[in-house]
């Protein structure tokens, strides 16, 4: 059995509770055929680089899965018929990464907002754009 890591995008307009539900589906899809879920990472509704059957948005997941290969063609013939499904990518690796992806550190990390920084318009030096034309 091969490690592979699993990352599919699904329509905008589809709530999260489905999402997870469609994830479940797929994830009895491996462990039925004796392969096992790793880890899975549902990453949010995220803004696509460009619009994928008509929509700007999808929700992302990600499994990092340990099957055979059967297993893995039917998992992508199931996906590539469900039309809730935009697009996936399924790729082989060594070894599950611990700890949360890229994708989880990057939400995680972000900086909260906090107050605006007020400046008048008096306070901040104004460049001077006057010019001295006379000769000494």
Same mark, same amino acid.
Request: charge should be negative; glycine fraction near 6%.
């Given at each position: 059995?091969?490690?592979? !890591?699993?990352?599919?995008?699904?329509?905008?307009?589809? %709530? @999260?509770?489905?999402?997870? %539900?469609?994830?479940? !589906?797929?994830? !009895?899809?491996? %462990?039925?055929?004796?392969? @096992?879920?790793?880890?899975?990472?549902?990453?949010?509704?995220?803004?696509?680089?460009?619009?994928?059957?008509?929509? *700007?948005?999808? #929700?992302?997941? +990600?499994?990092?899965?340990? %099957?055979?290969?059967?297993?893995?063609?039917?998992? $992508?013939?199931?996906?590539?018929?469900? !039309?809730?499904?935009?697009?996936?990518?399924?790729?082989?690796? $060594? $070894?599950?990464?611990?700890? &949360?992806?890229? +994708? +989880?550190?990057?939400?995680?990390?972000? &900086?909260?907002?906090?107050? *605006?920084?007020? #400046?008048?318009?008096?306070? @901040?030096?104004?460049?001077?754009?006057?010019?001295?034309? @006379? $000769?000494?």
């Amino acid at each position: 059995m091969r490690l592979y !890591e699993s990352v599919f995008i699904a329509r905008q307009d589809i %709530t @999260s509770a489905q999402v997870e %539900t469609m994830a479940d !589906e797929f994830a !009895e899809i491996i %462990t039925s055929a004796g392969g @096992s879920i790793k880890k899975r990472e549902y990453w949010g509704l995220r803004s696509l680089a460009y619009r994928i059957k008509k929509n *700007r948005k999808g #929700h992302y997941v +990600m499994f990092n899965i340990e %099957t055979n290969s059967d297993a893995l063609r039917e998992y $992508e013939r199931i996906m590539g018929l469900n !039309e809730d499904v935009l697009r996936f990518l399924n790729i082989s690796i $060594e $070894e599950v990464e611990e700890g &949360p992806s890229i +994708m +989880m550190q990057a939400k995680s990390e972000r &900086p909260s907002r906090g107050p *605006r920084d007020q #400046h008048n318009s008096d306070d @901040s030096p104004a460049a001077d754009t006057t010019q001295d034309d @006379s $000769e000494d």
